[in-house]
């Protein structure tokens, strides 16, 4: 059973709409984690937290934002969707020695 | 920087044996990591190794190290279409403020015909 939830599984939204993607755990790991996933299986980092209060930018660019007010929850923000934010977005938390563990993804179309 | 490098593909038939290989760059990590990830799915974590050992073994599955080339394996016995998969390795980051970061190779898209 998932100790990490994403929500929603799927979501087709319109251009410039607002959106939140939603990841929550419950296992009290203080680091969490957003990806981008290519169609084309690359994996990219695009936000980090290491704990309440505390947001990074990953390696790979991105237009949206994050906020982790509680520990248990690391929600994704894109102001206004473009048909370039067309991805797999995938959540995840870590801890030592068992590395992490992922959420099951929110597959985002924007047309 | 950083990086893990594994090739993108291979083909295996049902019963034989899958070796799936991984570079590594940085010979400070800890822990080395694959994780599996099934069509629509998020990654999974399949095993791991501490980077003090050589090998280690869970039933089907043995990963071995290499540390002196920096090289990595995993290797599946009696390869299923169940495994058909897309399989992740990754090394633990250990720069700057980074560390517990993972870094993740490309992806090796296992496919298994009957």
């Known amino acids: 059973e998932a100790d990490i939830y994403q929500t929603p599984r799927y979501l087709v939204i319109g251009t410039g709409k607002k959106i939140t993607l939603e990841c929550s755990q419950t296992m009290g790991h203080d680091k969490m984690y957003w990806y981008q996933q290519d169609p084309g299986m690359e994996l990219h980092l695009i936000h980090y937290?290491?704990?309440?209060?505390?947001?990074e930018k990953g390696d790979l660019s991105s237009e949206s934002t994050v906020s982790r007010i509680r520990t248990e929850h690391f929600p994704l923000t894109l102001e206004s969707a473009r048909p370039s934010h067309t991805s797999q977005y995938l959540c995840a938390s870590w801890r030592q020695g068992s590395g992490y563990t992922f959420g099951s993804g929110t597959r985002l179309t924007v047309v | 920087g950083e990086d893990v490098e594994q090739s993108l593909f291979l083909s295996v038939r049902e019963g034989d044996s899958s070796v799936i290989n991984c570079t590594y760059t940085?010979?400070?990590?800890?822990?080395l990591y694959w994780y599996k990830q099934e069509p629509g799915a998020g990654l999974q974590l399949l095993t791991y190794?501490?980077?003090?050992?050589d090998m280690k073994q869970d039933q089907r599955l043995t990963v071995l190290l290499n540390k002196k080339d920096k090289h990595l394996s995993l290797r599946i016995a009696d390869t299923q279409t169940g495994d058909s998969a897309i399989y992740f390795c990754a090394e633990t980051a250990n720069y700057g403020g980074s560390q517990g970061n993972l870094i993740f190779g490309k992806g090796t898209k296992l496919s298994v015909k009957p």
């Open positions: 940085d010979s400070s990590s800890t822990y």
């Open positions: 190794i501490f980077s003090n050992m």
């Open positions: 937290s290491y704990g309440v209060n505390s947001t």
